[in-house]
């Protein structure tokens, strides 16, 4: 299998590089089971961050990584759901199209967070920022309920993402050919 070696802050992973398509391999970044990478990425991002009330994330993959942030600073965090729960008690809903999720996801927050987000400063976190989809659904989450989205932050910025001045990130991964060149 082809795989593609990243220095994520001075802490080296090799990424193995998954075909979407015939034109289009991305490096598959999972921080799940990766004690190391998480609490070594968390560590750099709180370097970065501005002063925020929250933290927020989109669910799954970036769950490990917005907990280990909370933890190592103490700021709360809320995480942006794919399903609503039995215990919620109304939602605040938007859907989204993600490059590695088929289909359109939605994403959802309780209305209790709602009101414990409003007019407050909110970072938000995942783990790779693509084409900005997931990101994007949990700022008009945060914006709904009245929060002031203050940073956009992220282990990886892929592609295009490396471009854009909004967000924070530790290192670039680029997209690949096919044949596991990186797409210039």
Same mark, same amino acid.
């Given at each position: ?12 992973? *090799?990424?193995?590089?998954c075909?979407l ?12 089971g ?12 709180? $370097?970065?961050?501005?002063?925020? *009330? ?9 769950i ?17 759901r ?7 008690? !109304?939602?605040?809903?938007?859907d ?16 209790? $967070? ?12 995942? *783990?790779?920022?693509?084409? !900005?989809?997931s990101?994007?659904?949990? $700022? ?5 309920a009245? !929060? ?6 992220a282990?990886?910025? $892929? ?26």
């Amino acid at each position: 299998m082809l795989s593609y070696n990243i220095d994520v802050a001075g802490l080296k992973r *090799d990424l193995p590089l998954c075909n979407l398509n015939e034109n289009l391999s991305i490096g598959a970044f999972v921080i799940f089971g990766d004690v190391e990478m998480t609490v070594h990425a968390a560590a750099k991002l709180l $370097e970065k961050m501005p002063q925020v *009330d929250y933290l927020i994330a989109p669910e799954a993959k970036a769950i490990p990584l917005v907990y280990e942030m909370s933890r190592q600073s103490g700021i709360p965090y809320f995480i942006a759901r794919k399903k609503a729960k039995a215990y919620m008690t !109304g939602v605040l809903q938007v859907d989204v199209q993600s490059i590695t999720t088929a289909g359109t996801q939605t994403l959802l927050i309780d209305t209790a $967070e709602a009101e414990a987000i409003k007019g407050k400063r909110i970072a938000i976190i995942d *783990d790779v920022i693509s084409t !900005g989809e997931s990101i994007h659904a949990v $700022e008009v989450l945060v914006n709904a309920a009245g !929060g002031i989205v203050t940073a956009r932050m992220a282990i990886l910025a $892929e592609g295009d993402a490396t471009e854009r001045k909004d967000i924070i990130f530790l290192a670039p991964l680029p997209l690949f050919n096919a044949d596991g060149t990186p797409k210039a």
